[in-house]
């Protein structure tokens, strides 16, 4: 059903006017030149005015009576196109036509309703645009994170940073690494800082410490000895019973190089070192004996230097790789001291306890750990001088790297993304599984009407049908007959080549107006759907008189308003008497009326109008006079509304007495009043359509004075108020 009709920039409507309704019956009054015709020509061709729509009828079919629709199908062809109607014995068909059309209606229902929830899913404002929104938008933080100004990996995003889609539609084609990465992106910054700028220079790699000979004094076996004196000697017993020759051997040196009657002993302070035992106990340590304390002695000078020699701390820590590895160097280097402090001390102590067996550490094992961690920062050293040399390649491994990281620290957001993406297709897919089945059940449905269709052709029928309403009308002379195979023509008494131009203007209008019935009746061809119907007929009754008119009036109530068969009708007349008639109908409910008058700007204004409004032909006459001094009439308008009520107010009272009120006036002021209700006769059809202008004020003078002169003034004023 159509509820709104806007009409705008074309003929009489310079703005923008509607029609709404919600009824099925829609009945239009006004006078020729108001813009009814241009209503129902936009009705039977909406694509020829841009500036014009229609809400709702989008799946109806509509058919236009009016001028246009009598000169496409009677003024340029005697041939008619065939009538295709319903036989009475194809009720069934039909009435399985219309259950099956039905059934459509209701898949139409289903399909709107599931392409509305595809919409939810796949429209602009839909559930998928909304999830790659949010996600685009939290991933779009890796570009203000890591782009723009002095950011180092700024490069990194090169080509898809142009747009949150680009962005994120790169991030989501990346292969999600299987083990988290090592790196972050802070050492990604770093390891770019140091290939370009003011870092990116070359670095000298570290010295190992090399501790040549500690092995071979480590491992010397002087140290597992117990070295004693010469066993000859007279105090060897003594010495050797108890285990004192290092203590006796410190004693030596206290004991006077000359000796006397008797020195004190170094050990006992007593006057007993006689010149003979301290020779004897001088002899107990013996050349042998001295021997091995002098190899003692040259270890010890030998691994004093090459602990001297052991670099300081410091020149190791001279590079960012080393004070990464700062407190292990630290930790080995002192644990490398610690050893070769500890085996001096047992060299030492050997020394002076050569009786003793001494242990010491070996160091190689110490100093191995040392060189190992110098070895690895020296190889990334390497790679980082090999870096500087090959920049491109590394910045491509590191863009590589930071893409990798990304793609790990994101993914939460991306799985999320494509979960609900893959809960939303699976979803997509039941919707589309059910409009498939819809369509299928259609497609079922338009088989039935087809088949159901091909039984409901019957150009006989439509041929009867009129021949039978023009007897009903009272026209004889002329018939309808069949013509070649689907066709029909007007055939005439007594004519062997019939015309339809032959025809008077009432005989075309009636026997157009039964051809437009048996069109809205049945189809226009065997393949045409049958399908809602909404009728549009404009002044079918211009020419007729008043016994045709009430027929007219009457078949149109009883074909269009008082069956199922139509879901709307728009009748447009410029008569009151016709409009009458058609207002009288059961259904009052059902109903709405409307009235299009031109105003005083030129343009043409659809009013809605109550049952109470109606009035008699020469009533309306007087509402446009009204009309206009509220600037709801046309100037035109209103001197033909002027001539055609003194024609019918003076024809009934007396048509001498206007002609004598007329004389009385100036012929000079209200000369062009005078010619135009003089010349300007009503049943000059060229004369209606010639549109002039005129001095509204001298009209409206002229014509009250015709009033006054006639002695009718109360009339006037009853008609005005």
Not at 13 to 19: F, G, W
Not at 413 to 427: M, T, V
Request: hydrophobic share 35%; glycine share 4%.
């Amino acid at each position: 059903m159509i509820t709104s009709i806007k009409l705008k920039n074309i003929a009489s409507y310079k703005q923008e006017r509607s029609l709404n309704t919600d009824k099925k019956i829609n009945l239009v009054y006004g006078l020729n030149g108001t813009g009814k015709t241009t209503l129902s020509n936009f009705l039977k061709d909406k694509n020829k005015f841009n500036n014009c729509s229609i809400t709702g009828g989008e799946s109806s079919k509509i058919l236009v009576y009016n001028q246009e629709f009598i000169n496409e199908n009677f003024y340029e062809k005697n041939d008619l196109k065939g009538v295709f109607t319903i036989s009475e014995s194809n009720v069934i068909a039909e009435e399985n036509v219309k259950k099956a059309k039905a059934e459509i209606e209701k898949l139409n229902i289903k399909e709107k309703a599931n392409k509305d929830e595809l919409d939810k899913i796949n429209g602009a404002q839909g559930k998928k645009k909304k999830k790659l929104s949010d996600v685009a938008e939290t991933i779009w933080e890796i570009k203000t994170t890591f782009s723009g100004g002095d950011r180092i990996l700024d490069y990194c995003l090169e080509g898809v940073k142009g747009s949150k889609d680009s962005l994120f539609n790169h991030i989501k084609s990346l292969i999600k690494s299987p083990i988290k990465p090592t790196k972050t992106t802070d050492d990604l910054k770093n390891e770019v800082s140091k290939i370009e700028g003011d870092e990116a220079v070359e670095i000298s790699l570290l010295q190992k410490i090399e501790l040549n000979g500690t092995e071979g004094i480590e491992n010397k076996t002087i140290f597992d000895e117990v070295i004693v004196g010469n066993k000859d000697s007279a105090v060897a017993n003594l010495i050797e019973k108890f285990q004192n020759s290092d203590w006796v051997k410190l004693g030596l040196n206290y004991i006077p190089l000359e000796i006397g009657e008797a020195e004190n002993c170094p050990f006992c302070q007593q006057k007993t070192i006689t010149k003979n035992l301290a020779d004897e106990i001088k002899n107990y340590f013996d050349k042998t004996y001295e021997d091995k304390i002098d190899v003692l002695q040259g270890l010890k000078s030998k691994y004093q230097v090459i602990k001297k020699d052991v670099p300081s701390l410091d020149s190791f820590l001279v590079n960012d790789y080393a004070n990464v590895k700062k407190i292990e160097i630290e930790n080995l280097y002192t644990k490398l001291l610690t050893v070769l402090s500890q085996n001096m001390t047992a060299i030492e102590n050997k020394i002076k306890l050569p009786s003793n067996k001494a242990v010491l550490q070996n160091s190689t094992q110490t100093l191995n750990g040392f060189n190992d961690i110098i070895e690895k920062i020296n190889q990334e050293v390497t790679q980082h001088n090999e870096k500087i040399k090959n920049k491109k390649s590394v910045k491509d491994i590191i863009k590589k790297e930071f893409w990798e990281i990304i793609r790990w620290d994101y993914d939460v957001h991306i799985s999320a993304y494509e979960k609900d993406l893959k809960d939303l297709e699976k979803e997509e897919k039941t919707i589309n599984d059910a409009l498939k089945k819809i369509k299928d059940d259609t497609a079922v449905q338009r088989d039935i009407i087809k088949v159901n269709q091909d039984k409901t052709i019957n150009i006989e029928k439509a041929i009867e049908s009129i021949n039978y309403q023009l007897v009903l009308l009272g026209l004889h002379g002329f018939e309808i007959k069949p013509f070649e195979d689907k066709f029909y023509r007007i055939v005439r008494e007594n004519e062997s080549k019939p015309e339809f131009k032959s025809l008077s203007e009432g005989e075309k209008m009636i026997i157009s107006f039964l051809y437009f019935v048996e069109l809205c009746r049945g189809k226009e061809s065997e393949t045409e759907e049958i399908q809602n119907k909404i009728v549009v007929i404009d002044d079918p009754i211009s020419s007729l008189s008043h016994n045709y008119i009430f027929n007219v009036a009457q078949l149109i109530k009883k074909e269009f308003f008082e069956t199922s068969n139509y879901l709307q009708v728009f009748v447009l007349t410029h008569s009151m008497y016709f409009f009458h008639e058609l207002c009288k109908i059961h259904n009052k409910k059902d109903k709405k009326l409307f009235r299009i008058v031109r105003s005083n700007d030129k343009s043409s204004l659809i009013l809605e109008m109550s049952q109470d409004e109606i009035q008699n032909d020469y009533q309306a006459y007087w509402k446009i006079l009204k009309d206009h001094e509220i600037g709801n009439a046309h100037d035109n308008i209103l001197a033909n509304a002027m001539r055609n009520i003194l024609e019918n107010f003076f024809g009934f009272i007396d048509n001498e007495k206007m002609k004598d009120s007329v004389q009385q006036l100036d012929s000079i002021k209200y000369g062009a009043f005078l010619r135009y209700i003089d010349r300007e006769s009503h049943s000059d059809q060229t004369n209606i359509c010639d549109v002039k202008e005129i001095e509204v004020s001298l009209f409206k003078e002229a014509f009250k004075q015709v009033f006054e002169e006639s002695g009718n003034i109360k009339h006037y004023n009853k008609m005005m108020d």
